[in-house]
């Protein structure tokens, strides 16, 4: 599975911004999908994740409510908008596909995914 996240800038506080990531086949139809985010020396953090086929959604407390995710109905790229964004929603945000989501301790992980994106930057300034 190859991953291709696009989407990132620079913008103020309190305006949105909708990622992307897109898959090489219609990946999503049949993996799930899930967005992280990494800030310099921090870990890899969980934003939000849909699984499939069922679709459910799963969101980190940080961002439910501000976020949304989805996927297009080719299956071939998943979406992350986010609104009311906060200086510390600043990070690279990586887009990810597994099989199989799997939640320990009601918590995705980023190491229980293992096909990922390249990460694109988003800035927040206040």
């Known amino acids: 599975v190859q991953l291709q996240a696009f989407g990132g800038g620079t913008v103020e506080a309190g305006d949105s911004m909708t990622l992307a990531c897109r898959s090489s086949e219609h990946t999503f139809g049949d993996y799930a999908g899930a967005w992280f985010r990494q800030s310099p020396g921090k870990e890899r953090d969980f934003v939000a994740a849909?699984?499939?086929?069922?679709?459910?959604?799963y969101y980190d407390h940080s961002v439910k409510g501000r976020a949304t995710i989805s996927k297009d109905d080719t299956k071939t790229t998943l979406y992350l908008q986010m609104n009311n964004l906060k200086p510390w929603d600043t990070a690279t945000y990586f887009c990810?596909?597994?099989?199989?989501?799997?939640?320990?301790?009601?918590?995705?992980?980023?190491?229980?995914?293992?096909?990922w994106g390249q990460g694109t930057q988003v800035t927040v300034s206040s």
């Open positions: 849909i699984s499939a086929p069922g679709g459910t959604i």
């Open positions: 990810a596909a597994e099989k199989i989501l799997y939640r320990r301790d009601g918590v995705v992980r980023a190491d229980d995914l293992t096909s």
